[in-house]
């Protein structure tokens, strides 16, 4: 077996990985080391072609490619080292490897300093909906569909209806369109927009595509190929309503219903999974259960925004490298950050206090919209943070920033309130 | 002509009202701030938007180049934009931002690339 060292060791070379190499670079680790499956870095991002990224972390609108393009470039000329086409089997959380298969040396093993975990989310698929009906071809998640016509040169369909009103799959269903495809409906079993307004307008209205609010697909029929979709409106348990189901004659169904962070590594290393998030609990150091693993990105949550995973992903990325060389802050209590009134969860789940002046952003998302209310954070039975915000999204993730010192009692509690 | 534009400059989404004709603008109601006003005046009379697609791309170890209009076309020239994207070929390498289509369907915008390749 092929052995080699490394101060970082990061999977993923995503935006996550990219912006936690930099990072750690930048902080003096000497050798950073990305393993990615693919066989490009860039991850997801090399197939979002669409213009929306970069907007508070650059100031600009860019498309995919490009914004992952400014951390590659940066990440060459820092001398980050990549091992691409390699899959990791395993993380050991105590001896700090990692083992990876890859094609130009096998079976490979590496010893970090320190690891970060970057491996971003997965779509959820037909199967994890459960829609009944045959299994004939041309059922495709939105992404792997995005990934075949945006990379690959590949339109799977020509006729299409799609499941789920995230930006995904208005983004798909544009994309589609201008390629000459035809798309029937995108149906949204919630009776609101899933994705951002600005798609709808974008994306469906300016193609005149319908958006069915309150439906799902019903049944699939088809043999070898899709035939069409039985589509019904559901009540306000989201049961179909029978008498309103109606056939939409088509090729392919999109399917654009969630994400799911990829931590079958993270559960074999025995790091503590949050049941809300699906991800790993971390700190504010992005430092996961065990003690110099890492993780940042989707993989911890799903983000809404690239540019909050960058910045997450370069304090990971940071601290990975502090880890590495010792110099961690030091550990003198942790304090969890405990959901108040409508949040339904909080990143970082836990606060080191280490006695030094810091400051502490805490990300975090709504159970519910509201409008005029104020983001607050209390210690001890006393108010330490106070934000008016005009309107809160549970698509849109909150933030707010504390000081260490302030954080006396033995949590932080983050609620809503009017 | 009376038009509603539900308006995208922030994720309020408010629904703006314009009645006019061409270029003029009778009556404009339903936004909150003066961004959402110059939006639903410029989507009124001369909806834009930001084109982006894929070419053909030959010498490369990839079939296809991301690409994007430099700046914002006309909304009413977006399928014969991407007619021409459809009918052209890029020849690698290609860097992040070299111009792939010179100023597409004669807009004045220029085609480019949206990735070194």
Do not use: K, L
């Given at each position: 077996m092929y052995e080699t060292k490394c101060d970082v060791a990061i999977i993923g070379g995503g935006p996550a990985g990219l912006s936690a190499a930099v990072a750690a670079k930048k902080e003096g680790a000497e050798k950073v080391l990305i393993i990615e499956r693919d066989v490009k870095l860039g991850g997801i991002l090399q197939q979002c072609i669409h213009p929306g990224f970069g907007l508070t972390y650059f100031n600009k609108e860019l498309t995919g490619p490009e914004y992952a393009g400014a951390f590659k470039e940066e990440a060459k000329k820092l001398s980050v080292d990549a091992l691409l086409d390699a899959m990791v089997l395993s993380v050991d959380g105590e001896e700090k490897t990692v083992t990876c298969v890859c094609s130009e040396y096998g079976v490979t093993k590496i010893h970090a300093g320190s690891i970060v975990l970057a491996m971003g989310c997965r779509e959820r698929t037909r199967a994890q909906i459960q829609i009944p009906g045959t299994r004939p071809?041309?059922?495709?998640?939105a992404g792997a569909a995005q990934r075949l016509i945006n990379?690959?040169?590949?339109?799977?369909?020509k006729d299409i209806v799609i499941l789920g009103s995230g930006d995904i799959g208005m983004i798909m269903a544009r994309r589609m369109t201008l390629e000459g495809c035809k798309v029937h409906a995108v149906v949204e079993i919630m009776d609101y927009l899933a994705g951002l307004t600005r798609n709808k307008v974008q994306c469906l209205d300016d193609f005149g595509i319908p958006l069915k609010l309150s439906h799902t697909v019903t049944r699939i029929k088809g043999n070898e190929r899709v035939e069409g979709v039985y589509i019904a409106e559901v009540d306000e348990n989201k049961k179909?309503?029978?008498?309103t189901e109606e056939f939409i004659p088509c090729d392919t169904l999109l399917l654009s219903v969630g994400l799911i962070p990829e931590n079958e590594i993270t559960r074999g290393a025995e790091i503590e999974i949050s049941p809300v998030t699906n991800g790993p609990t971390v700190n504010q150091y992005m430092e996961t259960s065990k003690e110099g693993i890492f993780a940042c990105g989707n993989v911890v949550h799903v983000n809404d925004l690239v540019d909050n995973v960058t910045v997450e992903s370069e304090k990971a990325g940071k601290y990975a490298a502090k880890y590495a060389k010792g110099e961690m802050p030091s550990r003198n209590r942790t304090v969890p950050s405990v959901c108040g009134n409508n949040v339904r969860y909080i990143c970082p789940q836990t606060i080191n206090i280490s006695g030094e002046d810091e400051k502490i952003s805490l990300y975090f998302r709504v159970m519910a919209p509201d409008t005029g209310v104020f983001l607050t954070a209390s210690s001890a039975g006393k108010e330490i943070y106070r934000k008016k915000e005009l309107r809160v999204n549970p698509g849109e993730m909150c933030h707010v920033v504390i000081n260490a010192a302030d954080i006396t009692g033995d949590d932080v509690t983050i609620s809503v309130v009017k | 002509m009376e038009k509603e534009i539900i308006c995208t400059?922030?994720?309020?989404g408010c629904h703006i009202f314009v009645e006019g004709e061409g270029d003029r603008i009778d009556r404009i109601e339903g936004f909150t701030c003066k961004r959402g006003e110059e939006y639903g005046r410029a989507e009124f009379s001369h909806p834009v938007r930001i084109l982006t697609s894929t070419v053909k791309i030959t010498g490369?170890?990839?079939?296809l180049l991301p690409v994007r209009s430099e700046g914002p076309v006309p909304k009413e020239l977006i399928p014969s934009c991407m007619e021409e994207i459809r009918n052209t070929v890029a020849k690698a390498p290609v860097g992040v931002?070299?111009?792939?289509?010179?100023?597409i369907c004669g807009c004045g915008v220029n085609i480019i690339a949206s990735d070194t390749v």
């Open positions: 071809a041309g059922v495709y998640t990379r690959q040169n590949i339109v799977v369909g179909p309503i029978p008498e | 400059v922030c994720p309020m490369a170890d990839q079939p931002h070299d111009v792939i289509i010179e100023n």
